[in-house]
T-cell receptor, first 117, second 112 residues
């Protein structure tokens, strides 16, 4: 069974607008972490934001915020005030197991975001 | 501080040849991971080192893949002999014992 689902293969947004990238996950482990990574055309994977399953508040990092809805098992990434440099592939990932530990990540297929001028 | 570096950035080899990918983690990071993304599919976990020990190698596709981590520093991933389906982007990531993983830029492997 797929553990991370990103239903949007591609998304388009106008510069300066906000965009939401969807991610749903499946796990029976009460302790897990959710991550978003950005992969620009240059290829590197850039860590954006992290949400722990026990965190009470939604994570925020600058223009990135994670809309964590635990009951619905969703962890959508919201990018506010999109910039041309935000055009990239975005991957949602989950780490199961004890919080704070470094365990393997399970990735979704990714969403290609294009920001139009 | 230098990030995770991978060599080479690209490699094109013929089927049946051997290729060795290298990863230099961030200094002091005990955890080192290898992942692979085959075209159009998810990024898949291959294996996990803690220092020089293999913690989890459940994602290694078959015995043509051999990973080592000398002295708990850099790691190599050897594919021998390479097959067409091995083509993809191989990512290395490292992390401290507690913390998020930082990825390298990846090695794009093409087997022809």
């Amino acid at each position: 069974a797929q553990k991370i689902t990103q239903t949007q293969p591609g998304m388009f947004v106008q510069e300066k607008e906000a965009v939401t990238l969807d991610c749903t996950y499946d796990t029976s482990d009460p302790s897990y972490g959710l991550f978003w990574y950005k992969q620009p055309s240059s290829g590197e994977m850039i860590f954006l934001i992290y949400q722990g399953s026990y965190d009470q508040q939604n994570a925020t990092e600058g223009r990135y915020s994670l809309n964590f809805q635990k009951a619905r098992k969703s962890a959508n990434l919201v990018i506010s005030a999109s910039q041309l440099g935000d055009s990239a592939m975005y991957f949602c990932a989950m780490r199961e197991g004890r919080q704070g530990g470094s365990e393997k990540l399970v990735f979704g297929k990714g969403t290609k975001l294009t920001v139009n001028p | 501080e230098a990030g995770v570096t991978q060599f080479p950035s690209h490699s094109v080899i013929e089927k049946g040849q051997t290729v060795t990918l290298r990863c230099d983690p961030i200094s002091g990071h005990d955890n080192l991971y290898w992942y692979r993304r085959v075209m159009g599919k998810e990024i898949k976990f291959l294996l996990h080192f803690v220092k020089e020990s293999k913690q989890d190698e459940s994602g290694m596709p078959n015995n043509r893949f051999l990973a080592e981590r000398t002295g708990g520093t850099y790691s190599t991933l050897k594919v021998q002999p390479a097959e067409l389906e091995d083509s993809g982007v191989y990512f290395c990531a490292s992390s401290p014992l507690r913390g998020e993983a930082f990825f390298g830029q990846g090695t794009r492997l093409t087997v022809v």
